[in-house]
């Protein structure tokens, strides 16, 4: 064999891509992500929190809005360079953390609104009226663009042979970024004198 050949076949092989199952949900997930954020764009270019019961929020669900339409584009593009073959601009294992990371974020969110409707349902935090089919629409579209960044994660990290620390990373920044946004924001907002204060 000579040395040419040799050093070819000791060469990394470049990951394949994704079938067609994954290719499709990571289309499906941006889908969902750009869509979702299209509608925050229409609430701040409605004013639609400008008046009614939230009026006094209007500033502070404004700079939220922006902030989720940007998290939301974001999530958008993860879930397309997590198709590539070769990912540009990210490097494989932050890629990865970053889908293991909205995987738990979104599984994490959808599992506090399921609770949340069960304590409903069982009179436990509210009444079984407030269940609506909105409602139940909407926690079923969260827990499966959760679905679809697992599956996302897991082809990423299989295809790049990627530690089980990245996912374990991913996992557990979610919960914090989850609390930023749905605890520390709000309260730094109200600070700032852009919501009223709790």
């Not at 995987?103 to 609506?132: E, H, K, P, R």
Request: proline share 6%; hydrophobic share 55%; glycine share 12%.
């Amino acid at each position: 064999m000579s040395s040419t050949a040799a050093s070819a076949t000791d060469r990394p092989q470049a990951p394949a891509r994704p079938g067609t199952g994954v290719t499709v949900t990571g289309r499906l997930v941006a889908l969902c992500c750009i869509g979702f954020a299209v509608v925050n764009i229409v609430f701040e270019m409605t004013d639609h929190f400008a008046d009614g019961p939230y009026a006094a929020y209007a500033s502070g669900i404004a700079v939220m809005n922006w902030l989720v339409v940007g998290l939301k584009t974001m999530g958008a593009a993860v879930a397309l360079l997590s198709l590539a073959k070769r990912p540009r601009f990210l490097p494989p294992a932050l890629l990865g953390v970053l889908l293991w990371g909205a995987f738990a974020m979104l599984g994490v969110y959808s599992l506090g609104s399921v609770v949340q409707a069960v304590g409903m349902a069982t009179g436990l935090s509210g009444t079984a009226d407030q269940i609506d089919l909105a409602g139940v629409g909407y926690v079923l579209f969260f827990l499966l663009l959760a679905t679809g960044y697992g599956v996302l994660a897991i082809s990423h990290s299989r295809r790049f042979g990627l530690r089980k620390g990245v996912a374990v990373l991913g996992v557990l920044g979610a919960p914090v970024m989850l609390g930023l946004i749905l605890l520390a924001a709000p309260l730094l907002l109200a600070a700032l004198g852009l919501i009223p204060a709790p």
